[in-house]
């Protein structure tokens, strides 16, 4: 007979509970994951997320860890996600900005020049309305509110068993190994975890199509607007420093909207299906961490703005720890008493 799998009790069904969940069923273990909330999603901040899978554009801002990390994510969600739309990304600038484009031509790659023709090439509905963009190729997205429900489903085909409505002290020997997935949650143990604010629309406008996401260098306020079919769009880009939930400011909402009417105008009259806010966990250099606790837990955590980017490459290392003991040292953070 063979030696009894692994039990290991995931707590958190955000994005990083269930990919970690994920990639311990795939290596054998038995998976329980435990959710405060009485639903899937309920209070996940992946409900507000993008869904970009675009290592080589963040990395005109983010760490370097994020885009070797965030390159697995291009591998992994085709596979175990099948709606994942893979035709890259378009970054855009308006004429008067041409030095911001090239300056993020400059801290990135795996782009392609484009010129007004190229644009209206891969974006009919926007012919004429630029000179010149960037686009990456091998960058993709997904739909997170599609993701969450459909990753549940595969986890409990292969036996995962979900727990809901059950508030859960994670530092409870009686769970055993533990992965400790509960994003802001976790302040209550992580002292040096802080809440980035992100507030989003849903518009639809048919009269627009768009094939993938465009990134709108706009001057005042940076926008992205990630398609998800049938004429709507889910617009963002908001970052403020602040552990607040719920509340959607009108001067983001302005903001956002006067950025989308830059880059068409056929956005004045979308219609808007919904505004939503919420806070990202990120530690203070904004980069993932994997932090052993207990015996053999451990706590995954800071994903920040990137979590279906980084969450498949974080899920597999913390698998690695938790089943293994193998550490991975760009992650591993060995911080005593956290």
Known sequence: MGRPAVQVTVIGAGIAGLTTAWALAEAGAEVRVMERSAALGALACSRYAGGMLAPWCEAESADALVVALGQEALRYWPKVHAATVQRGSLVLAPGRDAPDLARFARRTERFQTLDADGIAALEPDLAGRFRSGLFFPDEAHLDPRAVLPALADALTARGVYFDFGRETDADDPSLGIVADCRGLAAQDRLADLRGVKGEMLILRCPALTLSRPIRLLHPRFPLYIVPRGDGVFMLGATMLESGERNRVTARSVVELLNAAYALHPAFAEAEILEMGADARPAFPDN????????????????????????????????????????????????????
Not at 300 to 321: C, E, I, M, T
């Open 287 to 338: 980069l993932p961490r994997l932090r052993p606790f207990g015996k053999q837990s451990l706590r995954v955590n800071g994903l920040y703005r990137h979590g279906f980017l980084l969450s498949p490459a974080l899920a597999r290392r913390a698998a690695d720890y938790l089943l293994h003991g193998t550490r991975s040292r760009e992650v591993m953070d060995e911080n005593p008493g956290q």
